[in-house]
Nanobody, 125 residues
Framework: QVQLVESGGGLVQAGGSLRLSCAASGRTFSVVTMGWFRQAPGKEREFVAR????????FYTDSVKGRFTISRDNAKNTVFLQMNSLKPEDTAVYYCAAGYLYNRDYAKPSDYAYWGQGTQVTVSS
């Protein structure tokens, strides 16, 4: 089992920045990829970004490219999501997720086995 705890959400004005953190514990040696998803009210959970645990390869959804950066600190078993130039449409609950299987694109929720409880991000206009 892997436990994930997110932090860093909050209320920010449009154009502002927030940094989300996701601390992993438990069987972290089994983790292959970590990802961030978000879910706005009435919408499906949406892929945001992912990073491979060993090589640090990253991938982003188009709507956040150039504004968001995913990174990791392997020594602290923590993944970060730096969010800049935030827009009202970025408002959602943000979830951290971890997967342990290979040969997955890790761009959909079903690719991930473990999830955090979520942290609210609200961007006011």
């Amino acid at each position: 089992q892997v436990q994930l705890v997110e932090s860093g959400g909050g209320l920010v004005q449009a154009g502002g920045s927030l940094r989300l953190s996701c601390a992993a514990s438990g069987r972290t040696f089994s983790v292959v990829t970590m990802g961030w998803f978000r879910q706005a009210p009435g919408k499906e959970r949406e892929f945001v970004a992912r990073i491979t645990w060993s090589g640090g390869s990253t991938f982003y959804t188009d709507s956040v490219k150039g504004r968001f950066t995913i990174s990791r600190d392997n020594a602290k078993n923590t993944v970060f999501l730096q969010m800049n130039s935030l827009k009202p449409e970025d408002t959602a609950v943000y979830y951290c997720a971890a997967g342990y299987l290979y040969n997955r694109d890790y761009a959909k929720p079903s690719d991930y086995a473990y999830w955090g409880q979520g942290t609210q991000v609200t961007v006011s206009s």
